[in-house]
C-alpha cells in the first residue's frame, strides 16, 4: 500500500465483518501493513461492516447478530461517527428498533479503502 515499513497485519476481508464466534475470523488472510494505514482503515472496516449489516440483517444470521449486537449499539453510542453513511430518522430502544437513512455517496470511499 505504501512505502513504509510493515509493522501490523491487515485482515482481508476486514475481522469485523464476522460474528464474534464463527470460525470464519479464525482463518482470516492477513498482510502486512504499516500502522498508519492499517490504522486508518479501522473506521472505514467498521462502517463497511455497518453498511452490510444494515442490508443483509433480515437475511442471514451473522449479519443479524451483528446488526444488533455491534451495528445499533455504534450507531446510538457514537452517532456523529456513523453520520457519513447514516441518519438516524427514528429509535426507539424499548422496542430495539432504529431507522436509519443510508448516504450512499460516502459509500464509496470506504468499499475503496476496504
Known amino acids: ?3 513504509l515499513p510493515a509493522t501490523s497485519g491487515e485482515h482481508a476481508p476486514p475481522q469485523c465483518i464476522f460474528p464474534e464466534a ?3 475470523r479464525i482463518n482470516i488472510i492477513k498482510v502486512p501493513s ?5 490504522n486508518f482503515k479501522k473506521e472505514n472496516d467498521v462502517l463497511f461492516r455497518d453498511v452490510l449489516t444494515l442490508l443483509c440483517a433480515d437475511k442471514n444470521a451473522g449479519a443479524n447478530e451483528i446488526y444488533f449486537k455491534k451495528t445499533l449499539s455504534a450507531v446510538r453510542q457514537a452517532p456523529s461517527t456513523h453520520s457519513k453513511f447514516f441518519k438516524v430518522i427514528n429509535d426507539d430502544p424499548t422496542s430495539n428498533e432504529v431507522t436509519l437513512q443510508s448516504n450512499i455517496e ?3 470511499e470506504c468499499i475503496d479503502s476496504v
Open 1 to 3: 500500500m505504501c512505502d
Open 106 to 108: 460516502n459509500f464509496d
Open 34 to 38: 504499516c500502522n498508519l494505514h492499517n
Open 22 to 24: 464463527s470460525d470464519k
